[in-house]
């Protein structure tokens, strides 16, 4: 799921990504942004599930070169999950 992109990234916005192995794009909508050392992560979840209960949540990795790239590698994976996983308590405490 790289797509090359021309312009910043905020929370709330929706972009058309093409999905490995699908040929229509499809709609993410950006639910987090974060950084982890010199890395921004976007959070994404598909605009069609975002009424549902139980939904897919993706993380691609954007390094400011207009690219979006998906996380290959485990470590950096398990780092990007448990700052999430952190993310979302801290807003859960704070009633977000």
């Known amino acids: 799921m790289s797509e090359e992109m021309t312009e910043e990234f905020e929370v709330g916005d929706v972009i058309a990504l093409t999905e490995e192995g699908k040929e ?10 974060f950084d ?24 691609l990795r954007y390094d400011g070169t207009d690219m979006l790239i998906p996380i290959e590698d485990d470590e950096e994976w398990e780092q990007v999950e448990a700052t999430f996983e952190t993310l979302i308590v801290d807003l859960e405490k704070d009633g977000i």
Do not use: A, G, K
Not at 24 to 33: G, K, V
Not at 40 to 59: A, G, M, N, R
């Open 24 to 33: 229509e794009p499809r709609d993410f909508r950006i639910m987090y942004i």
């Open 36 to 59: 982890i050392e010199d890395r921004s992560y976007l959070v994404l979840v598909p605009v069609d599930q975002e009424e549902e209960e139980e939904y897919e949540v993706h993380f």
